[in-house]
């Protein structure tokens, strides 16, 4: 069951890390498919649910990002959840092309073991 308690007010309670980032994982929502894991700031999220789709926060360029802005392999935000202990997230979205920068499908293609 859904939390009741308004967006504006779960937003402000996010444990953000020493940096103000938080981790995204990214899920397929068509067929559950998790396909990146991305870092979110509170400027990052709330832009994420005013537009409609996921912006991120890159570490290594140190800038807002939004998927698919130079490959046009895009993505529309269709929900965005936060975990139990306030200090992650779950964005599910329709991913238009390849998620992995590589051209995978999906970042997670190196299996450690299976």
């Known amino acids: 069951m859904a939390n009741q308690r308004p967006t504006a007010e779960l937003v402000q309670g996010i444990c953000w890390n020493e940096q103000g980032l938080a ?55 269709v929900s965005a959840w936060l975990d139990c202990d306030s200090d992650a997230l779950l964005f599910r979205v329709r991913q238009k092309g390849p998620a992995c920068h590589t051209g995978a499908p999906d970042c997670f293609f190196n299996a450690l073991r299976g």
């Open 23 to 77: 981790p995204a994982i990214v899920q397929e929502e068509e067929n559950g498919k998790v396909l990146m894991l991305a870092w979110v700031s509170q400027q990052s999220l709330e832009l994420s649910l005013a537009e409609g789709r996921p912006v991120y926060w890159s570490r290594s360029r140190k800038r807002l990002w939004r998927k698919g802005e130079t490959s046009g392999n895009t993505q529309q935000l």
